[in-house]
């Protein structure tokens, strides 16, 4: 695929056949494959981010190669922010997507464990239910997500505070890893995840597509359905309806189950768009509700039964299976309302305005019910949060000046949070503001990006003291940038190279907790004396294809240096409560550097079997004690092996595979600075296939997934609650997907 002016590649274009439901992506160069098409003639949708959509007829005769071209246009796209996404996907950074069919292969998971088969990524979690994304040993406040163009606030300063994205209505997942704060803002020292939906619907007529899952482990149902539009006599205009619900019970790990860990969640969203050629605006609402049962060996009595709880096998409580959801328990809702528009200002660019408003409700209930029978009789929860942020992007989008290309930018940001019930963090008002500029030097063979920023932060905190209100303010301010190139010496391989400096202030609970956490089941102690971590990262990456479509290899290079990098550090021996025996985070400052490796190599075996390797190494180290840094995650591999039947007949897109996951023990901990010590090695061998059967004219995607096959007990090294139980064990997945066109 060419640009039809400059004759250069469109690199990471799509192709679609809306006929055969089959598409592809360019690679960096502008080339593409499509197998398995019989003769015949098509309509092909071919679409790039910086060029008009178009459909081309062609009529299909015999194998060959077809040459599409785009007109260039800077008014191409009617939503802003996957505008300015999705030009990140050809960043100097090194970008890794997941498109819609590999997310039909997960769906009815969470967000975190979507992205873990991801080299470089993998997740924190909070016993068998709570997930977050972890890229290069980043988490929480240092992973910025983008929810629909939105930056998600909630309470994501908590370990055990997943996402509150309903990953149905993603239709791509890019993640960028390393620094991306000169874009995304002062936060995002290790990274970015796009969560992007499909576009509104630009072509006249209406849509429905239903999912269905079915889960053994936890006998958990899942649905999801989508509904949309775009009217014949009113062709500028689009919507979209869509909702999720899911039902879990106990989860079962090989030999017990895992008492209290079910959930419930209720999720839906909609939108509507107006698009012309000048101008178009886009309203988006969604609301994620879910309930989660917090394990309940998890919280123990006494020290005695702590230190049992650590050295035992088996979980001191466990039970039968159930769908009731009791005492500790998470329940959270969150709100997201999103406005944007754009303009395209004569030949000087086009300029997007994007609002978001959010609020996030979060109740965590403690095992036990207070002792006085009147408080009890109200079943309040321990902890309440109420989290309302207001978000505004304004961004100038320019014309070419000869090669360069790029964007300006002010961004605005303000929050206020209270609390109620028993102290962990106090009550706050946040405010923020940047201002960036980002250009890019573009030729046939090379690419040049430079990229500047400045933000302020402003956090007022309310402390309650006998009575009194004190008030702490807390002033942070400090430049990013980062310089990097894509180089292109043969259509074959390219490689990426970025060097970015970084910064992100200390969030509240890193400050200011002092107390019992519920959710994860620990003390945790804030220090109000941390400061700003400041970030220096320098990434490479290769991306190399010497045998067309029959290999790919990726391999990339990172060092990152953190001066004041903060982070939670167990302290022995664990505390005793009133409400029991805990384990103790204490958060610290360390100057810490974090290097590693990830790689994902695919081969064609022969014709219809493919291969793929994947390795994610991680080293870190922490110079203020001359040891290792703690609670990273361990050495992974992944190793897949899948047949894919050809594209014809009753059945079609058809594949079966084998994924045999390596997760080495993590040793490189310091000497006694843990309750307990890491897990052992584990393997997992997960099993999947899929087809799309045709019934008449309609299409289903079926699929069954078998994860943890040979029902190995085994304990993950980045779970809090790997102190208490095993993870799940054998789980088999039946996914019904069924679009429908009613056009």
């Known amino acids: ?36 098409i019989c003769k015949g003639t098509y309509s092909f949708r071919v679409s790039h981010l910086d060029c008009e959509t178009k459909y081309f007829s062609l009529e299909i005769k015999d194998n060959g190669k077809y040459d599409f071209r785009l007109a260039h246009s800077h008014h191409s796209l009617g939503q802003v922010v996957v505008t300015e996404e999705k030009k990140h996907l050809v960043t100097t950074q090194t ?23 991801v080299a470089g990524m993998s997740s924190i979690q ?62 995002a020292i290790g990274g970015v995840i796009l969560v992007e939906p499909r576009h509104l619907r630009s072509k006249p007529g209406y849509g429905l597509e239903l999912n269905f899952g079915g889960f053994s482990n936890g006998l958990q149902g899942v649905f999801s359905g989508m509904v949309e539009g775009n009217p014949i006599k009113l062709a500028p205009f689009s919507w979209r309806v869509q909702g999720t619900m899911k039902r879990a019970g106990n ?18 969203s909609t939108a509507l768009g107006w698009r012309k050629e000048r101008y178009g605006m886009e309203l ?28 035992s096998p088996v979980p001191l409580e466990t039970s039968g299976f159930s769908y009731t959801i009791g005492r500790p328990y998470q329940q959270v809702q969150h709100h997201l309302l999103k406005a944007n528009a754009y303009w395209r200002v004569g030949n000087a660019g086009r300029i997007n305005a994007v609002f978001g408003l959010q609020h996030n409700i979060r109740q965590e209930y403690d095992k036990h019910k207070p002792l006085n029978d009147s ?80 933000d302020y932060k402003y956090l007022q905190v309310f402390k309650k003291e006998k009575g009194v209100v004190y008030q702490f303010d807390n002033r942070f301010q400090n430049i990013s940038a980062n310089v990097g190139a894509i180089i292109k010496p043969r259509t074959t391989w390219d490689i990426h190279v970025n060097i970015a400096k970084a910064w ?49 290899l990726e391999l990339a290079a990172y060092y990152t240096y953190i001066q004041d990098f903060i982070y939670a550090q167990p302290t022995l021996p664990p505390t005793l409560t009133i409400r029991g025996a805990f384990p103790t985070f204490q958060y610290v400052r360390a100057n810490a550097d974090f290097k590693g490796l990830d790689l994902t ?73 843990d309750f307990a010590p890491p897990p052992s090695t584990y393997f997992l061998l997960d099993f999947e296939a899929g087809t799309h059967v045709k019934l008449g004219k309609q299409s289903l995607h079926l699929s069954l997934s078998i994860y943890n096959l040979l029902n190995k007990s085994y304990r993950e090294y980045l779970d809090r609650f790997r102190y208490y139980a095993d993870q799940p064990g054998i789980n088999a997945a039946i996914r019904i997907k069924i679009p429908i066109n009613l056009t």
């Open 1 to 36: 695929m060419r640009d039809s002016a400059s004759n250069q590649p469109l690199p990471f274009a799509s192709i679609y056949i809306e006929s055969l439901e089959k598409g592809a992506i360019a690679d960096s160069m502008g080339a593409f494959a499509l197998t398995g």
């Open 95 to 117: 970008v890794t997507a997941i498109n819609a069919q590999q997310l039909e292969q997960t769906s009815g998971t969470s967000l975190g464990e979507a992205l873990k088969q």
């Open 126 to 187: 909070t016993g068998t239910t709570i997930s977050k994304p972890v890229i290069h040993g980043l988490h929480s406040n240092r992973i910025l997500i983008l929810n629909n163009g939105i930056r998600q606030e909630g309470q994501q300063w908590g370990s055990e505070h997943a996402p509150e994205v309903d990953p149905f209505i993603a239709d791509n997942i890019s993640i960028i890893k390393g620094a991306s704060s000169v874009r995304y803002g002062a936060d």
């Open 251 to 268: 989860l079962r790990a090989p030999d017990y189950y895992l008492k209290n860990t079910g959930y419930s969640e209720l999720d839906f």
């Open 284 to 311: 988006f609402y969604s609301q994620f509700n879910t309930r989660i049962g917090i394990l309940s060996a998890s919280h123990i009595g006494n020290l005695t039964d702590l230190q049992q709880a650590f050295e």
């Open 375 to 454: 408080l009890a009789a109200l079943n309040l929860p321990e902890l309440l949060y109420k989290i309302t942020t207001y978000t505004t992007d304004l961004v100038w989008e320019h014309t070419a000046w000869g090669p360069v290309k790029g964007q300006i930018g002010i961004s605005g940001t303000t929050q206020a949070n209270v609390f109620d019930g028993r102290f962990f963090i106090p009550n706050f008002r946040n405010f923020g503001g940047g201002i960036f500029m980002i250009e890019r030097f573009v030729k046939l063979k090379y690419e040049l990006e430079a990229g500047l920023r400045y």
């Open 504 to 552: 992100r202030a200390p969030a509240v609970n890193e400050l200011y907790s002092n107390g019992l956490h519920h959710g994860a089941a620990s003390i945790e102690i804030g220090d109000s004396s941390l400061t700003t971590e400041k970030a220096y990262n320098a990434a490479i990456s290769f991306n190399l294809h010497p045998l067309k479509d029959k290999l790919h």
């Open 601 to 673: 190599a695919e081969y064609q075996v022969w014709k219809g079997l493919h291969l793929k390797e994947t390795a994610t190494l991680l080293w870190a180290w922490n110079y203020s004690i001359n040891d290792y840094l703690i609670l990273m995650p361990s050495q992974r591999f992944g190793h897949q092996l899948q047949y894919h039947f050809d594209d014809k007949g009753f059945w079609s897109h058809g594949f079966v595979g084998m994924t045999l996951t390596n997760v080495l023990e993590q040793k490189r901990v310091p000497d006694n600075s």
